[in-house]
């Protein structure tokens, strides 16, 4: 066990350097007297004379002078480490690696991301935008700081942060004449373009179909990727039904919203994270930011 403190090793290293213990001591912003002890005990430490001294002059023994050459590679290291830590707390520097669904990805997050990102550049970002299911095997694999979407129904181990609820709505192309407010009904007539049953939201919209009329409904058209899904409504003149924050993509600004009753369907969009695990300073300020953003 090492029982020498940092103030003796700082001690030693500065007597080695300036071999004058007025400049060591006042280096180390403490008395000639209290570094002398300080030597002194260090030399009964380690069982060794680390200084040669005499009235005029002080000088680092043969052994003294590779210990104090040592000290100073092990505080410099420490140093930089401590440094280190200190900028991951000020979150001038660090990484974060979070993952979110693919429609989250391409509005809402790449917002907050951007925002963040000019918050706090020294930062690096790592996104993996992948389905609910794989997003909680990653982040149970410790491959992720936290995931944002969905997860009912998710493991025992994971903590669910709530962001906002978030409504289904229905995206159709003008030529439709859909109104403000639609029945689940009222799309059965129309050429539905959907996303694929291995998403969320798709057996969510299965199921709410299903309530509305004891039909199971499928889409004429189906993709994985929702932006094809939008891009495909406006193509065929048909109908899709979305995330509320679907809307902010770009290619939503030529459909007709409607919002969707009877039932009105809606599930709560979260960051999850570990239970137990502590999160990184940039962690905690990126769900910050993203709370701030959910909020407005």
């Not at 401590?82 to 990484?95: H, N, P, V």
């Not at 199971?216 to 990727?225: D, G, K, N, W």
Request: hydrophobic share 45%.
């Amino acid at each position: 066990m090492i029982k020498l403190s940092i103030r003796q090793l700082s001690a030693i290293r500065e007597l080695a350097v300036s071999r004058n213990f007025t400049v060591a001591a006042s280096s180390l912003h403490t008395t000639q007297s209290n570094l002398s002890m300080m030597i002194r005990q260090a030399e009964e430490i380690v069982g060794l004379r680390l200084f040669d001294r005499t009235t005029k002059q002080v000088s680092p023994t043969p052994a003294g002078e590779a210990f104090a050459n040592s000290i100073g590679r092990l505080l410099d290291d420490l140093e930089a480490h401590i440094a280190s830590l200190q900028s991951l707390g000020e979150l001038s520097k660090g990484t974060l690696s979070i993952g979110v669904t693919p429609l989250l990805s391409s509005t809402l997050i790449a917002r907050v991301v951007a925002q963040f990102s000019e918050q706090y550049p020294g930062i690096s970002v790592r996104m993996e935008d992948t389905t609910t299911e794989a997003l909680t095997t990653l982040l149970t694999r410790r491959e992720i700081d936290l995931a944002i979407g969905t997860f009912d129904g998710r493991a025992s181990e994971i903590h669910i942060h709530p962001l906002f609820e978030d409504r289904l709505l229905a995206l159709s192309h003008p030529a439709l004449g859909l109104g403000s407010r639609v029945k689940w009904n009222d799309l059965l007539a129309q050429k539905l373009i959907g996303i694929g049953q291995n998403s969320s939201v798709g057996r969510l919209i299965e199921h709410a179909f299903w309530s509305a009329s004891r039909r199971i409904v499928r889409p004429a058209i189906a993709s994985h990727h929702w932006l094809t899904v939008m891009a495909l409504t406006a193509e065929l003149r048909g109908v899709c039904i979305v995330p509320s924050y679907a809307c902010i993509s770009e290619l939503t600004e030529n459909l007709v919203r409607s919002d969707l009753v009877d039932p009105v369907v809606s599930r709560t969009v979260g960051v999850a994270t570990i239970k137990g695990r502590s999160l990184s300073p940039a962690a905690q300020a990126f769900i910050r930011t993203l709370q701030e953003k959910a909020r407005a």
